[in-house]
């Protein structure tokens, strides 16, 4: 069941603060969050696990509800590099993802 | 340690021609899944292999199909090409450490990028 991402896409200007939300229908053990540039492949930002650990980027943090089945990601004081396309996973059966539709960012000079 | 490495990078083929895209995964990985990315839809979920055997399939038709080898490398083959198969095929490794799947990182390969016409 793939998890549904919000917003589709957001334009920013550097320096300005964005979240994008992942919702699943179903209970999570944990989100992972990756980010894709154009052209390459998707690189691993961040695990969050059910009870509060969590591992990944220095820079970019995110919160993870369980109960809501939610978990979001902000991005602060937003730089060019941040552009990309942002995807939430939650665990199938495997090691194995689904993954949401994805959130296009754009960070304008 | 060298990344997950998938060849080859682009491929054409023609409707009804079938297609093989190699998956050489992290030394040490014992998974390797495959996703489908289209626009529009995201990444696609279509099978995971696990020491040689497929764990978990997705929701594709039949003529989407894989195996792992001893040395964890995969490929996947789609048979009868459709106009609509035309997408980025990625791969991903994980450790594969035999519990805690939930836990497990995903390391992505660039992808092979197949054009059918």
């Known amino acids: 069941q793939q998890p549904v991402q919000s917003p589709q896409a957001v334009i920013l200007r550097e320096g300005e603060d964005a979240v994008i939300n992942c919702s699943s229908s179903?209970?999570?053990?944990?989100v992972h969050w990756y980010r894709q540039k154009h052209g390459e492949a998707p690189v691993f930002l961040m695990i969050l696990l059910k009870g509060g650990e969590q591992k990944g980027h220095e820079k970019i943090s995110a919160s993870f509800n369980e109960k809501k089945q939610q978990s979001s990601l902000y991005l602060t004081a937003s730089q060019l590099s941040y552009s990309g396309t942002y995807f939430c996973?939650?665990?199938?059966?495997?090691?194995?993802?689904?993954f949401g539709k994805g959130t296009s960012l754009l960070v304008t000079p | 340690k060298a990344g997950v490495t998938q060849t080859p990078r682009y491929l054409i083929k023609t409707r009804g021609q079938q297609v093989t895209l190699s998956c050489s995964p992290i030394?040490?990985?014992?998974?390797v899944s495959w996703y489908q990315q289209t626009p529009g839809q995201g990444l696609q979920f279509l099978f995971e292999y696990f020491s040689e055997t497929q764990r978990n399939k997705g929701n594709f038709p039949g003529r989407f199909s894989g195996r792992q080898f001893s040395n964890s490398r995969s490929e996947m083959n789609v048979s009868t090409l459709e106009l609509g198969d035309s997408a980025l095929y990625l791969c991903a490794s994980s450790i594969g450490d035999g519990g805690r799947t939930w836990k497990s990182i995903q390391y992505f390969g660039a992808g092979t990028r197949l054009s059918v016409l």
């Open positions: 179903k209970a999570l053990y944990s």
């Open positions: 030394s040490g990985h014992r998974s």
């Open positions: 996973g939650t665990p199938n059966s495997g090691y194995a993802l689904n």
